[in-house]
């Protein structure tokens, strides 16, 4: 396994289109986190999976957002109706479930809306 | 509310020379975990160092070491001996027992050669 994965690594769409982001995180790992992060900001926690359910979700992630991890392995963040304010790179991360919560990031899905 | 402050958002240090990256927070909880993450330009993120805030020593990890002050909820990264490939922003981050991770600003390190 050689970390975690995301693709597409960019995205560029057209506003009011939806699109669809997948994650997929070391195997071992039963927590997955999905982030926002804009240029010189730091990440914003959007979400988190432990397993198959979805334990805490940040009011950043509105009702055109939505985060799936049916089987608790990869993940899917969907955005219905992208406007241009959410073009930004979208990071997933994942842990096991120790003491640290140590947190190991993919190389994001950067995404544009025209 | 639980926030992370990084007042530096640039800094420059010369090839070989130390530099010291600042981080507060705020948290009302009294056990918690603290992080620096290292983001390289166009490259993802890594884990630099680990603190537990209920461990009084610092945390060290070769080059890099912390000065972990709890009570001034400070959590300070030195960085020895800088090398051209510590230039990346720096993120300050840490943990509640609640498992959400908060992340602050980030300060963009410049080593010069």
């Known amino acids: 396994d050689t970390g975690v994965s995301q693709d597409p690594r960019h995205k560029i769409t057209k506003r009011g289109q939806n699109v669809t982001f997948r994650c997929d995180p070391i195997s071992e790992h039963n927590r997955l986190y999905w982030y926002r992060q804009t240029l010189g900001q730091g990440p914003e926690f959007l979400t988190y999976f432990q397993n198959e359910a979805q334990l805490e979700k940040s009011r950043l992630l509105s009702d055109r957002f939505s985060a799936e991890r049916p089987k608790g392995s990869f993940s899917t963040l969907e955005i219905q109706r992208t406007e241009q304010g959410d073009s930004a790179m979208y990071l997933c991360?994942?842990?096991?479930?120790?003491?640290?919560?140590?947190?190991?990031f993919g190389p994001g899905t950067r995404l544009t809306v025209l | 509310a639980q926030t992370v402050t990084q007042s530096q958002p640039e800094m420059s240090v010369q090839e070989a020379e130390t530099v010291t990256l600042s981080c507060t927070y705020d948290t009302s909880e009294s056990n918690y975990y603290l992080f620096w993450y290292k983001q390289p330009p166009s490259r993802q993120m890594i884990l630099v160092i680990r603190?537990?805030?209920?461990?009084?020593q610092n945390a060290t990890e070769n080059r890099f070491s912390v000065n972990f002050q709890k009570a001034a909820k400070s959590f300070s990264l030195k960085i020895s001996d800088s090398q051209l490939g510590d230039t990346a922003m720096y993120f300050c981050?840490?943990?509640?027992?609640?498992?959400?991770?908060?992340f602050g600003p980030g300060t963009s390190l410049s080593v010069i050669p």
């Open positions: 981050a840490f943990r509640t027992s609640y498992d959400k991770v908060i």
């Open positions: 603190q537990e805030a209920y461990k009084q």
């Open positions: 991360a994942s842990s096991p479930d120790t003491v640290y919560n140590e947190q190991f």
